[in-house]
Nanobody, 122 residues
């Protein structure tokens, strides 16, 4: 029912830029906090950035602060991650996640996208 579809990953040289997109369907989009996570081979999945339901608040991992920007367009049910000044250590599979702002029953629903690969290499 709920689906998050990511796009925009690829191969880029150090110092380059990419913009990731995650389009949601089957949800009231503004009712979800949206986040981007990443996971490199052999490492734990880490939180990269988060944006509140209407885009008024954002948070970033220290490693990407000043280089990455998370934003959302609720009219398009889409969240973006603009990645500038990319470094080889940014290489990872990137995942979007939707977390319900309100709990329903005993749990707070959340959903994951399928992931998109970002490779930063010369």
């Amino acid at each position: 029912q709920v689906q998050l579809v990511e796009s925009g990953g690829g191969l880029v040289q150090p110092g380059g830029s990419l913009r990731l997109s995650c389009a949601a369907s089957g949800v009231t989009f503004s009712s979800y906090v949206m986040s981007w996570y990443r996971q490199a081979p052999g490492k734990e999945r880490e939180l990269v950035a988060t944006v509140s339901g209407i885009g008024g608040r954002t948070n970033y991992a220290d490693s990407v602060k000043g280089r990455f920007t998370i934003s959302r367009d609720n009219a398009k049910n889409t969240v973006y991650l603009q990645m500038n000044s990319l470094k080889p250590e940014d290489t990872a599979a990137y995942f979007c996640k939707a977390d319900a702002i309100i709990s329903y029953g005993d749990s707070r629903p959340y959903y994951w996208g399928q992931g998109t690969q970002v490779t930063v290499s010369s």
